[in-house]
């Protein structure tokens, strides 16, 4: 059964830091594109970047200079370091292959909350 377990959410002020991780046991993780995904109250889930298995990163425009996605092939872990947050960036955020979503799961998420 996969499992996909994010954390290191919280709530922040604008201009804040926070980093995301990502732990994904039984994916054959080294050979996978991997991304993160927020999905904020009342929209539906986007994607927010992605790094393929040979460290190729993407990010959608609205992150791009502040968010950084990285990952572990070892501990089998992603990671999103996320600075300059804005309110707009309030969501919950998820872990996932790209294509989404790995064997049909999704994990719980982690919430992140940037007031203004």
């Known amino acids: 059964q996969v499992q996909l377990v994010e954390s290191g959410g919280g709530l922040v002020q604008a201009g804040g830091s926070l980093r995301l991780s990502c732990a994904a046991s039984?994916?054959?993780?080294?050979?996978?594109?991997m991304a993160w995904y927020r999905q904020a109250p009342g929209k539906q889930r986007e994607l927010v970047a992605r790094i393929s298995s040979d460290t190729i990163t993407t990010y959608t425009d609205s992150v791009k200079g502040r968010f950084t996605i990285s990952r572990d092939n070892a501990k089998k872990a992603l990671y999103l370091q996320m600075n300059s947050l804005k309110p707009e960036d309030t969501a919950v955020y998820y872990c996932?292959?790209?294509?989404?979503?790995?064997?049909?799961?999704w994990g719980q998420g982690t919430q992140v909350s940037v007031s203004s």
């Open positions: 039984t994916i054959i993780f080294s050979t996978k594109t």
């Open positions: 996932n292959t790209f294509p989404p979503p790995y064997q049909g799961a």
